[in-house]
């Protein structure tokens, strides 16, 4: 062999290897978003369970004051577990979230018809709390769709697009609730 053939050679083995290293790090940057949108989805899931005790806390402190059908009591059981279950993707969160926030525009509603009960510390507490959990929310689920927005740009821009194609991934789904449920709940007395 000549130097002419082995520099060539050479050559040939470094645009190889500069691809491979391209395949990895971009392999290696998808799944990493994927995984922090998962984790973040997460915490959203967690951040909502805190919500929905807290409306089980609302509903044991209200009770006392007003009479709640059965039904009401069951209905954050099952929406605790909705949360909890494993695999709940964006969808199943955003339906989790407008019911649990349909309860808790129940309580309030009760609270303000019951002025003593709007006095109360404890009430008055909690309020506050699910003040700090909406405000939780809120930042997870920003978080999470700007994760979802830096994978699905991947998907679509060259190089990544073709990497992302080769392995069969799909666009991730924003987190998105309804326009009349994207405020907080209105907790002021």
């Known amino acids: 062999m000549d130097l002419l053939t082995i520099i060539g050679i050479i050559i040939v083995l470094i645009i ?3 691809f491979i290293a391209l ?3 971009i392999y290696n940057r998808f799944f990493t978003l994927k995984n922090s949108a998962d984790a973040t989805l997460g915490q959203i899931k967690v951040a ?3 919500r929905l005790d807290m409306i089980e806390q609302l509903l044991g402190a209200v009770k006392s004051y007003a009479k709640f059908e059965r039904e009401t009591f ?3 059981t099952s929406l605790r577990a909705s949360v909890l279950k494993a695999g709940t ?3 199943e969160v955003a339906q989790v979230e407008r019911e649990s926030r349909a ?3 129940t309580l309030f509603a009760v609270a303000e018809a019951y002025p003593d009960l709007k006095t109360s510390t404890t009430v008055t507490n909690l309020m506050e709390s699910v003040k700090t959990v909406e405000a939780e929310i809120a930042r997870q689920r920003y978080t999470y769709n700007n994760i979802c927005q830096q994978f699905n740009i991947m998907l679509e821009t060259i190089p990544s697009n073709f990497i992302g194609r080769m392995i069969g991934l799909g666009k991730l789904i924003y987190l998105e609730f309804e ?3 994207q405020q907080p709940p209105k907790i002021e007395f």
């Open 16 to 18: 190889i290897v500069g």
């Open 23 to 25: 395949y990895i790090s």
């Open 48 to 50: 909502m369970k805190k």
């Open 179 to 181: 326009a009349e449920i």
């Open 74 to 76: 069951e209905k954050v």
């Open 103 to 105: 309860l808790l525009g």
């Open 89 to 91: 993707g964006p969808e």
